[in-house]
């Protein structure tokens, strides 16, 4: 059983940075592909970035190329998520989530442990 939390989010204005952790607790954490996905009001889930268990792989969606990187310190057991160049409708709750298995890592039901989310808001 894995526990994931995050911190790191708040209120910052458009342009700035934030950076996101995401501690994990149980488990073994290098078994786990770890993902951020975050949810507006009124809209769906959505998937972030990813990265692989050993680190050596991430995966983004295109709208946060080269403004979001995901990192992870496995001997922290933690991973982060640097947002810089922040916009208006990066506004959202952030999860982190986890999995040790998975056929498309950007569906969120391919996850099966979640943190309680972390609230970004971005002024414009």
């Known amino acids: 059983q894995v526990q994931l939390r995050e911190s790191g989010g708040g209120l910052v204005q458009a342009g700035g940075s934030l950076r996101l952790s995401c501690a994990a607790s149980?488990?073994?954490?290098?078994?786990?592909?770890v993902a951020w996905f975050r949810q507006a009001p009124g809209k769906e889930r959505e998937f972030v970035a990813a990265?692989?268990?050993?680190?050596?792989?991430?995966y983004y969606v295109d709208f946060v190329k080269g403004r979001f990187t995901i990192s992870r310190d496995n001997a922290k057991n933690t991973v982060y998520l640097q947002m810089n160049s922040l916009k208006s409708e990066d506004t959202a709750v952030y999860y982190c989530?986890?999995?040790?298995?998975?056929?498309?890592?950007?569906?969120?039901?391919?996850?099966?442990?979640w943190g309680q989310g972390t609230q970004v808001t971005v002024s414009s």
């Open positions: 989530a986890a999995t040790n298995f998975y056929r498309d890592l950007k569906r969120d039901n391919e996850y099966k442990y």
């Open positions: 149980g488990g073994t954490f290098t078994d786990y592909l």
């Open positions: 990265i692989t268990s050993s680190g050596s792989r991430t």
